[in-house]
């Protein structure tokens, strides 16, 4: 993915003055500057097989919720993500959602591992997210950030290289990480 870059002054907006403006698709609002972004097709890939998987579990049973791409997610004011996967217990309406989705996954790019690792991490924690998985291809591996308790912030961090992905929010959901890499080229 390559990410415009963004000048050191760069004007910053509010999240309504994102929502109401026609930025390009793909388009994000961190510490209210935007950041325009323009997926390799790498990255597409590796989002297509991890919406594909939470997609199939969430399919496979009432009550699972919703799995999805990019959004409006409003985490507060000069934060508007779209992540490149979501998962939600409580599916979104509308063109807008106040508050972070209960599982955020972030896919490496150039143009914007440094925000997905940096601001949005600490935003995203902040807002509540349950848990943040952290997509690495070039190492082959899912950083997975949760949170045991409510009130606090991430309490664990599993790096998984090898074997099952798995999740205490999506009982039964399992992916097998070297099939996700497998093939990428």
């Not at 597409?44 to 009432?62: K, M, N, P, T, Y």
């Not at 993500?81 to 996954?105: C, E, F, I, M, N």
Request: charged share 20%.
């Amino acid at each position: 993915m390559t990410a415009m870059t963004v000048p050191a002054t760069a004007p910053r907006i509010s999240s309504e003055e994102f929502l109401s403006r026609d930025f390009p698709i793909g388009s994000e609002l961190v510490d209210g500057v935007v950041h325009m972004n323009d997926p390799a097709f790498l990255h597409q890939e590796v989002v297509r097989r991890l919406c594909l998987a939470l997609s199939i579990w969430a399919d496979g049973a009432s009550g699972r919720g919703r799995a999805g791409v990019g959004g409006n997610w409003v985490l507060s004011d000069g934060h508007v993500y779209k992540p490149d996967v979501w998962w939600a217990a409580t599916p979104p309406r509308g063109t807008r959602h106040s508050g972070p989705p209960d599982l955020a996954v972030e896919v490496r790019s150039p143009g914007t591992w440094a925000l997905d690792v940096g601001p949005k991490l600490r935003r995203y924690e902040a807002a509540g997210t349950t848990e943040l998985w952290l997509v690495d291809p070039p190492a082959s591996s899912v950083l997975v950030l949760r949170r045991d308790a409510t009130d606090t912030g991430f309490d664990a961090a599993v790096d998984i290289g090898s074997g099952e992905l798995t999740s205490p929010l999506l009982p039964g959901f399992t992916l097998d990480v070297d099939v996700l890499f497998a093939d990428l080229e």
